[in-house]
Nanobody
Framework: QVQLAESGGGLVQAGDSLRLSCAASERTFSPYAMGWFRQAPGKDREVVAVINWRGGQTFSISSVKGRFSISRDIAKNTVYLQMNSLKPEDTAVYYC??????????????WGQGTQVTVSS
């Protein structure tokens, strides 16, 4: 069973940067796509950014465009989320996820345990 492990969260001030990493436990893991999601207290989980694993095409939500970027290192089976110009509203638990096929994301995909990002004003 593939496991995803996030790292890189923490407490920062508004305007600071963080880079989240997510490594897959199995080197044979070859997803269709990897993504970063977040869930703030009292809110639903939302997608932040997604990357097609082979082609490298990316998608990100409008609220993070120009500030966050998703990338991957296929050799390391790792996906990253570079977060710049952080704002208090970015505070959330950030999860990485991977899926083997196209279509909507679901709980049946692979999910990490999450890493807390807290941005103080």
């Amino acid at each position: 069973q593939v496991q995803l492990a996030e790292s890189g969260g923490g407490l920062v001030q508004a305007g600071d940067s963080l880079r989240l990493s997510c490594a897959a436990s199995e080197r044979t893991f070859s997803p269709y796509a990897m993504g970063w999601f977040r869930q703030a207290p009292g809110k639903d989980r939302e997608v932040v950014a997604v990357i097609n694993w082979r082609g490298g095409q990316t998608f990100s939500i409008s609220s993070v465009k120009g500030r966050f970027s998703i990338s991957r290192d296929i050799a390391k089976n790792t996906v990253y989320l570079q977060m710049n110009s952080l704002k208090p509203e970015d505070t959330a638990v950030y999860y990485c996820a991977g899926k083997l096929h196209g279509g909507s994301w679901s709980d049946n995909d692979y999910w990490g345990q999450g890493t807390q990002v807290t941005v103080s004003s």
